[in-house]
């Protein structure tokens, strides 16, 4: 992965993530993105919460 980002060069681009999902196949569970409507209102922007609680740990 590149993490020296410039305005033409981002630090992380498509590839990277598609990798990095192919990588982690069979070992992290898809997760849920839940809306906040709560963080929404305070920042005046769509929020969305990653539930990386459901992960299996152990």
Same mark, same amino acid.
Request: aromatic share 2%.
């Given at each position: 992965?590149?993490?020296?980002?410039?305005?033409?060069? $981002?630090?992380?681009?498509? &590839? &990277?993530?598609?990798?990095?999902?192919?990588?982690? &196949? @069979?070992?992290?569970?898809? *997760?849920? !993105?839940? @809306?906040?409507?709560?963080?929404?209102?305070?920042? @005046?922007? $769509?929020?969305?919460?990653?539930?990386?609680? !459901?992960?299996? *740990?152990?």
């Amino acid at each position: 992965m590149n993490f020296r980002a410039t305005a033409h060069h $981002p630090a992380l681009i498509l &590839d &990277d993530v598609r990798g990095a999902q192919k990588m982690l &196949d @069979g070992v992290a569970r898809v *997760t849920a !993105l839940e @809306g906040s409507r709560h963080l929404t209102e305070l920042v @005046g922007a $769509p929020v969305h919460l990653k539930c990386e609680n !459901l992960q299996r *740990t152990g």
